[in-house]
């Protein structure tokens, strides 16, 4: 049964999102399976396609994804679109209200904390990376700059840890590791480009970036996001557990895809992400992760300085861009989007805001080793951006995504 009506975000979240399109009276939307439910306020001609929204996770269905949803905060209003299933287990259909693993996305907290200490004096870009975590790494040449860019060349250990999927993963499903630990996997092979010469996205940079908040605040990674990120942002439903396994409360279950076709999905919900860490193990709701883009577009968490700093793009390909922990994404009406994706075993996150923060959306599917599913989600953007023409031609448009672990594996 697809239920109508208006989601009104905290009084941050309405703080955070000014108005700006004009709202007529909400009308009930139906004719959808009883797995799906839509919570939506129509608005202009300029608001989020909604249909299109639908139709791009029903794709993420249909290429394997037990469920997939999405939340849109535009100006104070929320549109809430799932499909499919969030518990394979009891049946639960999947609910855009509940917790997740973000995966990468977590990168863009590590960026803004470290960030943030570049406000206070306490850290500069373009200094060595030795000079705060001396002798680590073997070329003082490899600055703080290069590593939140993705431009120190240090190799991904993923690719190697995750080459196969599901071994890969339960080898390190309950692993607790040093951050020493995963720099060695990654210094025991050969660096992928000179520092600086140019973009090869890799996990051990933002490893090293905790490594970094650890060193300089003289705190743990999981104080530092939560004094300088979630409590000052009221992000009830963002959490980093690190070693624990669980995600409190109700939360969506992730299943990832064996490499064996045919092969049946693995519940991946519980584990450490000790193989991430500061790169990937921050767990948050869809509401939350709008709330922190938008803060963070606006300028709410940094200074003018330093998101001018974050949004020096190096160029990943034809309509992508990367800054520090943060990606541009040009749409193809002409729109540039900001935020982030996610990939964790189990869960595929796209989190992007507008360029003043006022429209957001967050788009999960709950699994993962699925290039199908993953080269869909794109089309939540032009939806929610563009529109349905755009989300329609995003179908067969744009770069083949990659995973935001072992992304040199290509997953079909």
């Known amino acids: 049964m697809v239920s109508g009506m208006v989601g009104k975000g905290t009084a941050l979240g309405a703080a955070l999102l000014a108005p700006l399109v004009v709202l007529v009276p909400a009308q009930t939307v139906s004719a959808a399976p009883s797995t799906a439910s839509t919570t939506v306020t129509r608005a202009e001609s300029s608001s989020p396609d909604l249909t299109a929204l639908r139709e791009a996770l029903r794709s993420a269905l249909a290429l394997g994804a037990p469920g997939a949803m999405a939340r849109v905060d535009d100006n104070g209003t929320v549109h809430k679109v799932t499909e499919g299933i969030g518990d394979q287990g009891t049946g639960r259909a999947m609910n855009a209200n509940d917790r997740f693993r973000v995966g990468s996305v977590s990168k863009s907290f590590s960026a803004v904390v470290l960030l943030q200490l570049v406000d206070e004096g306490k850290l500069n870009l373009d200094a060595s990376v030795n000079t705060y975590l001396p002798g680590l790494l073997p070329d003082d040449r490899i600055t703080v700059r290069h590593l939140l860019s993705h431009r120190s060349g240090l190799y991904d250990y993923t690719n190697d840890m995750f080459a196969a999927t599901v071994p890969g993963f339960e080898a390190v499903r309950n692993r607790v590791?040093?951050?020493?630990?995963?720099?060695?996997?990654?210094?025991?092979?050969?660096?992928?480009?000179?520092?600086?010469?140019?973009?090869?996205?890799?996990?051990?940079?933002?490893?090293?970036?905790?490594?970094?908040?650890?060193?300089?605040?003289?705190?743990?990674?999981?104080?530092?996001?939560?004094?300088?990120?979630?409590?000052?942002?009221?992000?009830?439903?963002?959490?980093?557990?690190?070693?624990?396994?669980?995600?409190?409360?109700?939360?969506?279950?992730?299943?990832?895809?064996?490499?064996?076709?045919?092969?049946?999905?693995?519940?991946?919900?519980?584990?450490?992400?000790?193989?991430?860490?500061?790169?990937?193990?921050?767990?948050?709701?869809?509401?939350?992760?709008?709330?922190?883009?938008?803060?963070?577009?606006?300028?709410?968490?940094?200074?003018?300085?330093?998101?001018?700093?974050?949004?020096?793009?190096?160029?990943?390909?034809?309509?992508?861009?990367?800054?520090?922990?943060?990606?541009?994404?040009?749409?193809?009406?002409?729109?540039?989007?900001?935020?982030?994706?996610?990939?964790?075993?189990?869960?595929?996150?796209?989190a992007f805001t507008s360029a003043d923060g006022k429209r957001s959306v967050t788009a999960v599917a709950n699994t993962s080793n699925n290039g199908s599913v993953l080269n869909t989600l794109p089309r939540t953007l032009e939806a929610v951006f563009c529109g349905a023409p755009a989300a329609a031609s995003a179908r067969t448009a744009g770069p083949v995504e990659r995973e935001d672990i072992a992304p040199d594996v290509v997953r079909d």
């Open 177 to 350: 590791f040093s951050y020493q630990e995963l720099v060695d996997l990654s210094l025991a092979k050969p660096r992928t480009v000179q520092p600086g010469a140019g973009y090869s996205y890799s996990n051990t940079n933002f490893v090293v970036a905790g490594m970094l908040i650890e060193k300089i605040t003289g705190r743990s990674v999981t104080t530092a996001y939560k004094k300088r990120i979630i409590k000052p942002l009221k992000l009830s439903g963002t959490f980093y557990v690190h070693p624990q396994t669980a995600i409190p409360g109700r939360h969506i279950k992730g299943y990832l895809r064996p490499d064996e076709a045919g092969a049946p999905l693995v519940d991946s919900t519980e584990q450490t992400v000790s193989w991430g860490q500061s790169a990937g193990a921050v767990i948050s709701s869809a509401k939350d992760l709008n709330t922190f883009f938008s803060a963070l577009n606006r300028g709410a968490l940094i200074s003018d300085a330093q998101l001018s700093q974050m949004q020096q793009w190096t160029t990943v390909n034809s309509t992508q861009g990367y800054g520090l922990g943060l990606r541009r994404r040009d749409l193809s009406c002409g729109v540039s989007v900001y935020g982030h994706t996610g990939t964790v075993q189990g869960f595929y996150t796209f």
